[in-house]
């Protein structure tokens, strides 16, 4: 199909379905919430950091 975007590596690095270690995770947190904070929405902040908003909802979820 023509004109879908493919799906990035994203930049914490490695293919989909890594693990990424807690100490990624967080820093991934405080960069989108910096974003969002500044006016960014959150998918377009999730797609710099190379996740997906569903990705940071359930790891936010988590540290609660």
């Known amino acids: 199909v023509t004109g879908t975007k493919k799906k990035r590596p994203g930049d914490l ?15 991934a947190i405080e960069l989108i919430n910096i974003a969002m904070d500044s006016g960014a929405r959150q998918e377009p902040a999730c797609d710099e950091v190379g996740i997906t908003p569903r990705t940071y909802q359930r790891w936010i979820k988590v540290l609660k």
């Open 13 to 27: 690095g490695g293919p989909r379905g890594r693990i990424i270690s807690a100490l990624d995770r967080k820093k």
